[in-house]
């Protein structure tokens, strides 16, 4: 069972800095990629940057330049640096990963999310 957790989120004034957080526990042979979507009430959920198992990144526009997307060196954790927030930002963040497991070739997990709040 491939679980993750996530950590980080909170409230922040606009402009402000919050740093995301998720780790993947469980037997993985590989991690395809890691990524970051975000969802608010009655909308649907969205990208907002993964990075695949060789390193490339993918950004959606509105958060290129504020946001960065980084993993730990195994490859496992992968972290979201987000600054010069917005209350547009709001949202419940969710973590992703698609990994080749235990009888498992490509599979997505998602973690519970991480609520994040950005007050004007």
């Known amino acids: 069972q491939v679980q993750l957790v996530e950590s980080g989120g909170g409230l922040v004034q606009a402009g402000g800095s919050l740093r995301l957080s998720c780790a993947a526990s469980?037997?993985?042979?590989?991690?395809?990629?890691m990524g970051w979507y975000r969802q608010d009430p009655g909308k649907q959920r969205e990208l907002v940057a993964t990075i695949s198992g060789g390193g490339i990144t993918t950004y959606a526009d509105f958060v290129k330049g504020r946001f960065t997307i980084s993993r730990a060196n195994d490859k496992s954790t992968v972290d979201l640096q987000m600054n010069s927030l917005k209350p547009e930002d709001t949202a419940l963040y969710s973590c992703?990963?698609?990994?080749?497991?235990?009888?498992?070739?490509?599979?997505?997990?998602w973690g519970k999310g991480t609520l994040v709040t950005v007050s004007s």
């Open positions: 469980g037997i993985i042979f590989n991690i395809n990629s």
């Open positions: 992703n990963t698609n990994i080749d497991g235990v009888g498992i070739f490509r599979k997505d997990y």
